[in-house]
């Protein structure tokens, strides 16, 4: 979804260094690490304030244990903390006694809409739309985003400034190192279509 340029303006500022645009991003997508980690730079682009809570941790690193059996949960507490300590203000706590009044499909949602309230964000970052219906969202001033559309939102107003958060996540890459388009491929396995084809023109930046 891409929002017409007028209201796009007036809910993201014009101003990248003073946007007050407040996204909260759910569980799902930081349980992919290459997802986590594009957002993650973004969020500390300054081109807008990401949120989470310790509940919307306690899922996706949950998830994540589940599924990599291998994996001890040292790094990954190791992942949060680093996660809270470089993103200024990104925890939310104190939004527990919203949560019984929200109604969705699955109450076991309720804890994201109700850290979304609290820290004044518009979209919920997931790719879990049908878990967050429109209906639901509405009263609360929110909409449930994909995180592809909500990157091709960020590439119309501050290309550059998204291009250097993914030049910056592509240069950390270590183990391997990748190169332009073996960056943007992983982006694309991440379901970051739309994205990559705005930024496949631009390699050379990245």
């Known amino acids: ?28 997508v930081l349980y992919p690490a290459p997802l986590r980690d594009l957002l993650m730079h973004l969020a500390l682009s300054d081109l807008y304030r990401a949120r989470w809570s310790d509940m919307i941790h306690d899922e996706w690193t949950r998830n994540v244990l589940a ?3 291998d994996l001890s949960p040292e790094p990954l507490l190791r992942t949060r903390q680093l996660m809270n300590t470089h993103v200024r203000d990104s925890l939310v706590s104190g939004f527990e ?4 009044s929200i109604q969705l499909p699955d109450q076991n949602d309720r804890h994201v809409v109700a850290a979304a309230i609290h820290s004044g964000a518009h979209p ?3 790719f ?5 219906p429109a209906n639901s969202l509405k009263p609360h001033n929110l909409l ?43 982006l694309l396995a991440q379901g970051l279509t ?9 390699t050379i930046a990245l």
């Not at 006694?97 to 019984?100: A, F, Q, T």
């Not at 501050?158 to 030049?167: I, K, P, R, S």
């Not at 739309?194 to 631009?202: F, H, M, T, Y």
Request: charged share 20%; hydrophobic share 40%; with cysteine.
């Open 194 to 202: 739309q994205s990559v084809a705005i930024i496949r023109p631009w």
């Open 1 to 28: 979804m891409i929002w017409p340029h007028k209201l796009r303006n007036l809910v993201w500022g014009t101003d990248r260094m003073s946007s007050h645009f407040t996204v909260v991003y759910d569980a799902c």
């Open 128 to 132: 879990n739309q049908k878990d967050f």
């Open 144 to 186: 449930a985003q994909h995180p592809d559309d909500f990157i091709v939102d960020l590439l119309d107003l501050h290309l550059a400034g998204v291009l250097e958060a993914a030049a910056n996540h592509r240069r950390s890459l270590k183990n391997p190192p990748k190169t332009a388009d073996e960056y943007l491929d992983t």
């Open 124 to 126: 919920i970052v997931t």
């Open 67 to 69: 599924s990599r059996p």
């Open 97 to 100: 006694y919203l949560i019984p």
